[in-house]
């Protein structure tokens, strides 16, 4: 397995995880660590991702759609307009349930993905045309 970047929670526990893998995969593993201002910058280049239409859940599930559903943002007032955001503490869900804000948490950090420069890295090929065949 190479892959081209990983992307790891390293808040508390995650750290001991994101040491593990940044020593199998140097140099491809980005560490996230959750401030109030990198959830903040999180939270809009999440938001950038799903308003371009360029974010899909692929496994996508009722328990995930209700995440997105009770999900809510709010800009706090002063200069540098942080944003908060995540299902409310206690929310439910229509048989009762809490629902929580995981998902939505996990599928965020993609936003770091968008911020690498991204290349193929092989050399440039070109192509001939057909030759069209002679007409009589």
Known sequence: MRPLNIIIDATGVGEGLWALLDRAFPRRVIPVKFTQHSKSELGYGFLAIIDSGRFRDCAPSR???????????????????????????????PMGELIHDDHVTA?????????????????????????EPSRP
Do not use: F, K
């Open 63 to 93: 328990e995930v759609d209700l995440e997105y559903e009770h999900c809510r943002s709010e800009i706090l007032p002063g200069p540098q307009h942080t944003l908060r955001w995540g299902v409310p503490e206690g929310t439910r869900g």
């Open 107 to 131: 599928d965020a950090p993609t936003a770091e993905l968008d911020r690498l420069r991204w290349a193929i890295n092989s050399p440039p090929m070109i192509v001939p045309a057909r030759a």
